[in-house]
């Protein structure tokens, strides 16, 4: 399997601290990743380097085998690496519906200004459609995404990160703030999501990530500590013992 991306010898200091300490790390095609690791062992800060919204101090990130360290976020969703931006890519203001067609217009490279002329077309009213049956939000579909229960504004967030039809998706802590029954539904639609695509997410909650991630990263403290399936990754006593030694648990 190739890797669609790689990071080499990643490093990220803040202020002499490396949160982020000499880590090669590599995302398989086709595969659902998850990275965890205890509280402040430098997940999101890997994320974020990966995502290019930090750049390192030392080292290099690859896609596709291209050096894209030097590149920024709208370079690498041209690539077809994308991240979810979490409640903040939903327009409060506008309904489920439209929350979708802007994403899918945006995809298109069509502005706002074409907006409402252009979302009547029917070739986009049906991917409209298509997507909100997809993601079981028919009877939402013209309720203001500002009225949503959080849970399903996540649903929508991950039905407009979809619209773009990202090769790789990121997820940062996609079950964050999530209570049971929503926790269920975004992982089955994260798995579906899936199919033809790879997965990146740091998740906390590790039975989503035994149901959902083919391949593991451990973190503890800057560095990657084990990595392989879920069994081999929670039956090691190093990996058993960054969880309960620390003063934090994830
Ligand atoms: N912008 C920053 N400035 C200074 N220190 C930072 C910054 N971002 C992260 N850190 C530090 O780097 C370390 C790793 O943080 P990071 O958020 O990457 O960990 P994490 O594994 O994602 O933790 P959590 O599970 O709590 O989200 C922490 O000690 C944190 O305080």
């Given at each position: 399997m190739a890797n669609v991306l790689e990071a080499r010898g990643l490093s990220r200091e803040f202020g002499g601290f490396?949160?982020?300490?000499?880590v090669d790390f590599a995302l398989k095609e086709g595969t659902i990743h998850a990275v965890i690791g205890p509280n402040g062992a430098g997940k999101s800060t890997l994320f974020n380097l990966l995502t290019k919204f930090l750049s390192p101090s030392e080292g290099r990130i690859l896609h596709k085998g291209e050096?894209?360290?030097?590149?920024r976020p709208p370079a690498m969703a041209r690539r077809g690496v994308v991240r979810s931006f979490q409640i903040?890519?939903?327009?409060?203001?506008?309904?489920v519906r439209e929350n979708i067609e802007m994403a899918l217009l945006r995809t298109n490279g069509i502005g706002w200004s074409f907006f409402s002329s252009i979302a009547r077309r029917p070739a986009i009213r049906r991917r409209v459609d298509e997507m909100i049956s997809r993601f079981s939000l028919d009877e939402h579909a013209d309720t203001q995404a500002g009225n949503l229960s959080y849970g399903r504004k996540r649903v929508l967030e991950l039905a407009t990160t979809l619209a773009l039809d990202p090769d790789v998706l990121l997820l940062d802590?996609?079950?964050?703030?999530?209570?049971h029954e929503d926790i269920g539904r975004i992982t089955d639609l994260v798995r579906e999501s899936g199919k033809g695509r790879t997965i990146l997410l740091v998740e906390h909650n590790m039975r989503v990530v035994s149901d959902l991630a083919d391949q593991i990263t451990v973190m503890v403290r800057g560095e990657v500590l084990a990595e392989g399936s879920y069994a081999e990754v929670s039956s090691r006593p190093d990996v058993i013992a960054a969880y309960t030694g620390g003063q934090h648990h994830g």
């Open positions: 490396r949160a982020v300490s000499n050096d894209v360290t030097a590149l903040s890519a939903v327009f409060a203001g506008l309904t802590e996609p079950m964050a703030g999530l209570g």
